[in-house]
């Protein structure tokens, strides 16, 4: 498979996903899943998230930064697994750039928050697929 | 929360849910998640998937069978998480129970094609959420 056949078609399929699915280490060495909103992407290397700084995924990061995302459209048979670790950030600049209207409703106390937090997810490699065909590529 | 009602809604989002994403374990220490056919499933009890015997994911469940799998309404901020353990089965019998027509496309050599085999999910305990709704039971 040529280069920008294994670059174009994931970054279409994750520049359209609203949300991802978002991969963690959780107790007992049992892998956990929860579909998050995709806040922002930057092409296939970074991935941000807003969520609950109390929340189960959250001390799950701070425990393990392992993570992988996972986005999919399943009437097409196309997935897109990105492998790496999550930060997580608390500082008001990052909450600031991420804040959107309406998450007053999680976040009671506005962009300053200490609940609100945000998730940077930044990939190490991908595996894509569509229909039978299927390609894994390291993410620069 | 009532049990009925924890019950009743994750049941309603497997039975009309076509796929599932399944967490395994990865190499090193990351998770993996990838999309698959629901083929069948008893409750929030059992889950059946097929797949090829080659392939990365019955790779990683014959060396670890911990996992999860995760069931997704994006359009109304629904989620099912169920977490226990897959086994792999390739008798006859399980194989022909799970055959559909059209099969023949990834298994050429039809239900007793080698590269054919049978996933079984088993839960242990489960988390739903829908909206603000959040609840953790065990799976009997």
């Known amino acids: 498979m ?3 056949v294994a670059i ?3 970054l279409k399929l994750i520049d359209r996903s609203e949300i991802a699915l978002v991969g963690s280490n959780g107790d007992n060495g049992y892998p956990n899943i929860k579909a998050m909103l995709k806040m922002r992407n930057e092409g296939l290397r970074k991935v941000w998230f807003s969520t609950n700084t ?4 959250v ?3 701070a425990k393990d930064p392992r993570a992988c995302i996972y986005f999919v459209n399943s009437s097409e048979y196309e997935g897109l697994m990105l492998v ?3 930060a997580i950030h608390q ?8 804040w959107k209207e309406g998450f007053e409703r999680y976040y009671p106390l506005g962009v300053n928050d200490p609940d ?3 998730l940077c997810f930044t990939s190490k490699w991908a595996n894509y697929y569509h229909e039978l065909e ?3 590529f390291d993410v620069e």
Chains 1, 2 share one sequence.
């Open 8 to 10: 174009e078609k994931p």
């Open 134 to 136: 299927n390609a894994t």
């Open 59 to 61: 001390a799950q990061f």
């Open 54 to 57: 109390s929340s189960m995924r």
């Open 2 to 4: 040529k280069k920008e």
């Open 116 to 118: 609100y937090c945000v």
């Open 84 to 86: 790496g670790g999550i």
């Open 91 to 98: 500082d008001a600049e990052t909450k600031r750039l991420l």
